[in-house]
């Protein structure tokens, strides 16, 4: 069983910057792409960005390119999002995800099996 852990949300002023983390239990988290995703109150899970396992092939959503980067460290089991220039419309319960394959870096929620708990990331203006 695969177990993801998020951690990093919090409360941060427009402008700002967060790092999230993904650390997750199980040697072969290393062997798989993770993504990330976000929900807001009343609105669908929607994807933010995924890292392949060697990080070679990374995929960002329009709304957080040039601002946010995933990153991930296989020696530590842990995947990061690092997230700058933050707007309200950031808002959200930010959720990563192994993904299906090594390269599973799709936008879609079906390239993704285990899934983490969430974090909650709040941009006041």
């Known amino acids: 069983q695969v177990q993801l852990v998020e951690s990093g949300g919090g409360l941060v002023q427009a402008g700002g910057s967060l790092r999230l983390s993904c650390t997750a239990s199980?040697?072969?988290?290393?062997?798989?792409?993770t993504g990330w995703f976000r929900q807001a109150p009343g609105k669908k899970r929607e994807f933010v960005a995924a890292i392949s396992w060697s990080g070679g092939i990374i995929n960002y959503a329009d709304s957080v390119q040039g601002r946010f980067t995933v990153s991930r460290d296989n020696a530590k089991n842990t995947v990061y999002l690092q997230m700058n220039s933050l707007k309200p419309e950031d808002t959200a319960v930010y959720y990563c995800?192994?993904?299906?394959?090594?390269?599973?870096?799709?936008?879609?929620?079906?390239?993704?099996?285990?899934w983490g708990q969430g974090t909650q990331v709040t941009v006041s203006s």
């Open positions: 995800a192994r993904g299906l394959g090594r390269n599973s870096v799709g936008y879609s929620r079906t390239a993704y099996d285990y």
């Open positions: 199980g040697r072969t988290f290393s062997s798989y792409a």
